[in-house]
Nanobody
Framework: QVQLVESGGGLVQPGGSLRLSCAASRIIVSAYTMAWYRQAPGKQRELVAKIQTNGYTYYADSVKGRATISRDNAKTTMYLQMNSLKSEDTAVYYC??????????WGQGTQVTVSS
């Protein structure tokens, strides 16, 4: 079965950086639209960034200029580099893969806490 496993979350000070990873099994990440979502306490899950099969990338306004989404096809891994982190970036970050035919997979999430 398809598995998406996130890692790289943790506690970071404001202004710091993190790189989140999403390791995929049983799918080829370049054949899916891969995305990062996040959900803060009491808020709805929101799209942070995505990378489409053709390499097109999208970023939410809240992270534009501070985030970079990428994928390593050989390692079937997707990444999210986040810089200049703010307290409002605190959330559980989820990896998502969407493919043809309605295929839609989620990881279990990784907590990112930005605090001094």
């Amino acid at each position: 079965q398809v598995q998406l496993v996130e890692s790289g979350g943790g506690l970071v000070q404001p202004g710091g950086s993190l790189r989140l990873s999403c390791a995929a099994s049983r799918i080829i990440v370049s054949a899916y639209t891969m995305a990062w979502y996040r959900q803060a306490p009491g808020k709805q899950r929101e799209l942070v960034a995505k990378i489409q099969t053709n390499g097109y990338t999208y970023y939410a306004d809240s992270v534009k200029g501070r985030a970079t989404i990428s994928r390593d096809n050989a390692k079937t891994t997707m990444y999210l580099q986040m810089n200049s982190l703010k307290s409002e970036d605190t959330a559980v970050y989820y990896c998502n893969a969407q493919g043809i035919g309605g295929a839609n997979f989620w990881g279990q999430g990784t907590q990112v806490t930005v605090s001094s």
